[in-house]
């Protein structure tokens, strides 16, 4: 009884306290945007957890090259002897996830998998974006007859199953990995497109943008700094789970064979490769999917607690 | 150029139409519109409130955006000191945008969330390039005071303050420039009462400090008494009676006028007993399809054959008393109508 009374009490304090320095009238400092968004971030635990994670498998990604081969052995190892010897080991100390049929360290082509996922997911959702704001800023702004072929445009897309979509475009210019790129980064404009066409249509017609007008502003300062402040926070948030998204679209490519070509490991493949040991080595599908299981998790928790942050009307900052 | 002879605003047969229809592409290709002001003209002279009531979808908003050009009329002239708007160029538009600002209805949705109030108020002089940056905030902490707020909050967002100090903020920022007009448009009916008081009395007051003339849009007609100087009532996008407040007030002369001041509900329970209300019957018609004649005839009480036919014109009916009703009769609003 007696802690949770105290911490109420300790509350209330900061609560008053709080109040005396508004009361005061002495006022925080000028306070921006993204400064006030990144605060509110930093108070969801969640949040704040799947950006450490995206930033720890960032970091062992990109510095990969200088200790992994050396620690935990080449990725694509192909030397006959350490391929019989170490075949299917399981998890030990020195193969954390054990090794595949071809003695290769899995925990090591998980790292260099995740070069590949991470690129796969910010390069496709980098084309989807681009392509998306420019399509939803061109339907949204000019309206009319460009809004209705653009808007058609995307129904059409979002018609198609989107994997069969991607699957179809894969067969057509082939596999590889920057082929995936650009057949994930396409198709996934539409949608990207759709929200940000909404996002600027529901501003355009503020009551802000209105009074802006009233004054005399121009275009530019008006889609500046009236409209593409008040859009883009939807399109931060929808492209942080995009990137999720796309890394689990790779994952289904290569797991098909039609994404990433072995040896060269992705999540997908190394599931792949797995999949026909899982009654007896279960670890070589099971670790690469828990890869992909935390990191998109971490993206859309990301994306999650962004759209929390970036609503100004939430309260404190 | 403008003498004392040359009204502040003259809006003559100002019309605006909005075509409907969503259907393919837009529906650009049906021929049906919304006539939402049809044929309004009045003139609001320097230093003075104009009020502008008439219940919501009458195109009293419309009107005010119509001026402003917000939404560029259909028809029609708006001279402002005697300049025609529609002639302007970009330049002269912006000109006349200083001495002509906007007050909204919705404190919550006409200050940008992600600007901070000293940038909002700032907006306009910021627009027309007037001053530096220190100066604009020194006018801004000036005008926060005038307006009632905590200078120091300059750097606070909109989202900290209630919604009567956000109206306080939008007056600031369309008090910046010093404008010649103001166009309210429901400035307080989003409010609570008591802060309806407050924001009106603000207004008041720096109408006396500026000079200010207001064009004061409101669907409550005890909320125009208090503040305007001539009252105009608009019915389905027409004017149906102009004329200064204490006439229309006290001799209203067009039934629309006589039944919504027999509305205003009186504080005093035992006369609001012994009132008699002029209830009208169903909904005001739809502007798409506007009814042929006066438009009031439908719900009129005292309509006849000739309603129906002729559109009645806008007459004089007494010194600066205008009323478009082809059997107007002055009604003494404490008398009952019924019984006539």
């Given at each position: 009884m007696q802690y949770p009374m105290n911490t109420m009490g300790e509350q209330v304090r900061?609560?008053?306290?709080?109040?005396?320095?508004?009361?005061?009238?002495?006022?925080?400092?000028?306070?921006?945007?993204?400064?006030?968004?990144?605060?509110?971030?930093?108070?969801?635990?969640?949040?704040?957890?799947?950006?450490?994670?995206?930033?720890i498998v960032v970091v062992i990604a990109v510095t990969a090259d200088l200790w992994v081969p050396s620690v935990l052995g080449d990725p694509n190892a192909s030397d006959t002897a350490t391929m019989v010897m170490n075949s299917r080991l399981a998890p030990s100390l020195q193969h954390p996830f054990g090794t595949d049929t071809l003695g290769r360290d899995v925990l090591s082509r998980v790292i260099y998998g995740a070069r590949i996922s991470l690129t796969v997911g910010i390069v496709a959702t980098g084309i989807s974006t681009a392509i998306g704001l420019v399509m939803g800023a061109l339907a949204a702004y000019y309206g009319g007859i460009w809004d209705t072929i653009i808007m058609r445009l995307?129904?059409?897309?979002?018609?198609?199953?989107?994997?069969?979509?991607?699957?179809?475009?894969?067969a057509v210019i082939g596999n590889g990995i920057q082929n995936v790129f650009i057949a994930i980064g396409i198709l996934g404009w539409p949608s990207i497109a759709r929200v940000f066409r909404s996002a600027i249509l529901s501003v355009k017609e503020s009551d802000y943008v209105d009074a802006a007008r009233s004054m005399g502003a121009s275009d530019a300062r008006i889609i500046a700094r009236h409209i593409f402040p008040n859009s883009v926070a939807s399109i931060v948030v929808y492209a942080t789970m995009n990137i999720g998204g796309a890394i689990l679209t790779e994952s289904a490519l290569s797991f098909l064979g039609l994404g990433v070509v072995p040896?060269?490991?992705?999540?997908?493949?190394?599931?792949?490769?797995?999949?026909?040991?899982?009654?007896?080595?279960?670890?070589?599908?099971?670790?690469?999917?828990?890869?992909?299981?935390?990191?998109?998790?971490?993206?859309?928790?990301?994306?999650?607690?962004?759209?929390?942050?970036?609503?100004?009307?939430?309260?404190?900052? | 150029?403008?003498?004392?002879?040359?009204?502040?605003?003259?809006?003559?047969?100002?019309?605006?139409?909005?075509?409907?229809?969503?259907?393919?592409?837009?529906?650009?290709?049906?021929?049906?519109?919304?006539?939402?002001?049809?044929?309004?003209?009045?003139?609001?002279?320097?230093?003075?409130t104009f009020g502008l009531v008439g219940e919501s979808g009458c195109g009293k908003s419309t009107t005010g955006r119509a001026i402003m050009h917000l939404d560029p009329p259909t028809s029609g002239k708006v001279y402002f000191e005697g300049k025609d708007i529609s002639k302007m160029n970009k330049a002269e538009l912006k000109d006349m945008r200083r001495d002509m600002q906007f007050i909204f209805q919705d404190p919550y949705a006409s200050l940008n969330p992600r600007m901070t109030i000293g940038e909002i108020v700032s907006e306009p002089m910021v627009i027309h390039g007037i001053g530096t940056p220190e100066e604009r905030m020194d006018r801004v902490r000036e005008l926060l005071d005038v307006v009632g707020l905590n200078p120091e909050h300059i750097n606070r967002y909109p989202h900290e303050f209630s919604g009567g100090q956000r109206?306080?903020?939008?007056?600031?920022?369309?008090?910046?420039?010093?404008?010649?007009?103001i166009i309210c448009d429901e400035p307080v009916s989003a409010l609570d009462v008591s802060i309806q008081a407050q924001v009106l009395n603000l207004l008041k007051d720096l109408q006396q400090q500026y000079g200010t003339a207001y064009l004061f849009i409101a669907h409550d007609l005890s909320v125009v008494q208090h503040i305007s100087d001539r009252v105009a009532v608009m019915y389905l996008g027409k004017m149906v009676e102009l004329s200064d407040w204490k006439s229309l007030y006290a001799e209203p002369n067009h039934p629309y006028t006589q039944s919504l001041l027999s509305a205003v509900p009186v504080p005093d329970p035992d006369v609001q007993k012994s009132r008699k209300r002029i209830i009208l019957a169903g909904d005001p018609p739809s502007p798409i399809d506007p009814p042929s004649g006066c438009r009031f005839h439908t719900r009129c009480p005292i309509a006849q054959g000739r309603c129906a036919e002729e559109v009645p014109e806008f007459r004089?009916?007494?010194?600066?008393?205008?009323?478009?009703?082809?059997?107007?009769?002055?009604?003494?609003?404490?008398?009952?109508?019924?019984?006539?």
């Open positions: 900061a609560a008053a306290a709080e109040a005396h320095v508004v009361a005061n009238g002495s006022d925080k400092p000028t306070r921006t945007l993204w400064g006030d968004a990144f605060k509110r971030l930093r108070k969801n635990r969640l949040a704040m957890f799947a950006i450490v994670w995206i930033l995307a129904d059409i897309f979002l018609a198609f199953p989107y994997t069969l979509f991607v699957i179809a475009m894969i040896p060269d490991p992705s999540w997908g493949t190394l599931i792949q490769e797995g999949q026909k040991y899982l009654q007896t080595e279960p670890w070589l599908m099971i670790m690469p999917g828990i890869a992909i299981l935390t990191t998109v998790l971490a993206f859309t928790l990301l994306g999650d607690g962004l759209r929390d942050a970036l609503d100004v009307k939430m309260k404190d900052a | 150029m403008a003498d004392n002879n040359t009204p502040l605003l003259k809006v003559e047969h100002l019309t605006k139409e909005f075509p409907t229809g969503s259907g393919f592409l837009g529906g650009r290709f049906s021929k049906k519109v919304v006539s939402a002001v049809n044929d309004v003209s009045f003139e609001i002279r320097a230093g003075e109206q306080r903020v939008g007056i600031a920022r369309s008090f910046i420039l010093r404008p010649k007009l004089e009916i007494g010194a600066g008393h205008f009323c478009a009703c082809h059997y107007a009769t002055p009604f003494p609003i404490k008398e009952s109508y019924i019984d006539l």
